[in-house]
């Protein structure tokens, strides 16, 4: 297992469409977050889960904002109806059920024209 | 509110010198852990180094050493031996029992040939 990996690395859409981000964590990693990094920025939190349960969710994320995490490995960040402010670099990350550190993805490049 | 303070967006120093990078955290919370988090352009977050609020002793890794100050809610990076690799942005991080990381704005370190 070389890491988190994040699919797609970029993404370009056209305001109104819909888009799905797939984040695939490190094995037995239990708890998996994402992340919205804008350029000059620190990662602002969006939504964490423990296994496949979605524990946490950023009061900032509107609903058009949804996550998931079935069977408790892979997870997919879906943006129904992007706007140009969606515009960001989307991070996962995990963490191991025995530690606090946690392991960044490669993030995914959005672009909404 | 937890929030980090990250008081220098940019910070040069010449190759082989020692720099300090700045980091001020807020919470209420007696048990937490602090993090430096390292992004290099274009590339992935990688932890830099770890603190965890219950020990005294400063951490360390390598060229890499922290001055963890609790009272005063600070939390320094010190870069011995600077060298061009270590040109990236640098983020100060927060996490208590909920596991969310808080971050700071970032701090841009140059490193001067």
């Known amino acids: 297992d070389t890491g988190v990996s994040q699919d797609p690395r970029h993404k370009i859409t056209k305001r109104g469409q819909n888009v799905t981000f797939r984040c695939d964590p490190i094995?037995?990693?239990?708890?998996l977050y994402w992340y919205r990094q804008t350029l000059g920025q620190g990662p602002e939190f969006l939504t964490y889960?423990?296994?496949?349960?979605?524990?946490?969710k950023s009061r900032l994320l509107s609903d058009r904002f949804s996550a998931e995490r079935p069977k408790g490995s892979f997870s997919t960040l879906e943006i129904q109806r992007t706007e140009q402010g969606d515009s960001a670099m989307y991070l996962c990350?995990?963490?191991?059920?025995?530690?606090?550190?946690?392991?960044f993805g490669p993030g995914t490049r959005l672009t909404v024209l | 509110a937890q929030t980090v303070t990250q008081s220098q967006p940019e910070m040069s120093v010449q190759e082989a010198e020692t720099v300090t990078l700045s980091c001020t955290y807020d919470?209420?919370?007696?048990?937490?852990?602090l993090f430096w988090y390292k992004q290099p352009p274009s590339r992935q977050m990688i932890l830099v180094i770890r603190?965890?609020?219950?020990k005294q002793q400063n951490a360390t890794e390598n060229r890499f050493s922290v001055n963890f100050q609790k009272a005063a809610k600070s939390f320094s990076l010190k870069i011995s031996d600077s060298q061009l690799g270590d040109a990236a942005m640098y983020f100060c991080?927060?996490?208590?029992?909920?596991?969310?990381?808080?971050w700071g704005a970032g701090t841009k370190l140059i490193i001067k040939p």
């Open positions: 990350a995990s963490t191991p059920p025995w530690g606090t550190e946690q392991f």
């Open positions: 991080a927060f996490t208590d029992s909920n596991y969310q990381l808080i």
């Open positions: 094995s037995e990693h239990n708890r």
């Open positions: 919470t209420s919370e007696s048990d937490y852990y």
């Open positions: 889960f423990q296994n496949e349960a979605q524990l946490e």
């Open positions: 603190q965890e609020a219950y």
